[in-house]
C-alpha cells in the first residue's frame, strides 16, 4: 500500500480545531489537562485556543495530515511570546472551575517552571502523533519544521521538558541531538512526577 505524504499547515482558529489540538495536547501531557481541568477539558481549551495571544492559542500550532485528516501537531513559542502570553483566555474559557483552581495552587511551582525559558530559546510545549503513525516519519517532519521556524525566527536553541519517565520520548530527542539541561522539579511534589528539562542549540 502507497505511503501517504505528510502535510503540515498552521492550525486555524475554530472549536473543532481547538479540540483536535486539547487531544494532542492532553496525550503530550500524560493526562495533565484533563487532571487539571476536569472532564470538560476539551472545551476549556478549544475556547481558549480560537483567542490569539497566549500559550496555548491556534497561533503556535502545526497540524499534520495525512489523506486530508490530522494525524499529528505540534505547539511552540519564543521566550518573548511566553511573555507576552495571557492566561486569561484560558481563565475565562473555565469560568469558575473550582478543581483549576485547587490544581494551580498545589501544583504552582510546576506552572512556574516555564517562566524559567531564556531568552533566544524556543519553547516547544507539546508534540504528539497517533499512534497508528508513530514511526512513519510525522514527528520527525514536525521537529523539523519546528526546529526551521525557531532558528528562522532566530531563537538560538529549541527547549523542552519531558517526563522523565518518558523514555521512549526521552530517546527519541536525544536521536535529534537534544541533551538534559537539568531535572526538576529538586523536591518531591507527588512520587514519579518528574521531569527533564532537554535543549537542543540551532
Known sequence: MQQLSTVLRAARPDLDEGRIFARY???????????WLGRNAADIIAKAFIQPDHNLSYQNVTF??????VVGMVSGYTAEQHRQSSDLPLKQAAGSNVRMAVISLMF????????TIADGDFYI???AVDREHEGTGVGSALMDMI????????????????????EVAGKLYE???????SRWP???????LKFLRMTKAL
Open 25 to 35: 495536547l492532553d496525550r503530550a501531557a500524560e493526562g495533565f489537562f484533563r487532571f
Open 64 to 69: 499534520a495530515e495525512r489523506g486530508g485528516i
Open 108 to 115: 504552582g511551582p510546576l506552572f512556574r517552571i516555564i517562566n
Open 125 to 127: 510545549q507539546a508534540v
Open 147 to 166: 526546529e526551521h521556524q525557531a532558528a528562522a525566527g532566530g531563537s538560538t536553541r529549541i527547549v523542552l521538558d519531558v517526563s522523565a519517565g518518558n
Open 175 to 181: 536521536r535529534r541531538g537534544m541533551i538534559v539541561e
Open 186 to 192: 529538586k523536591y518531591i511534589v507527588m512520587p514519579g
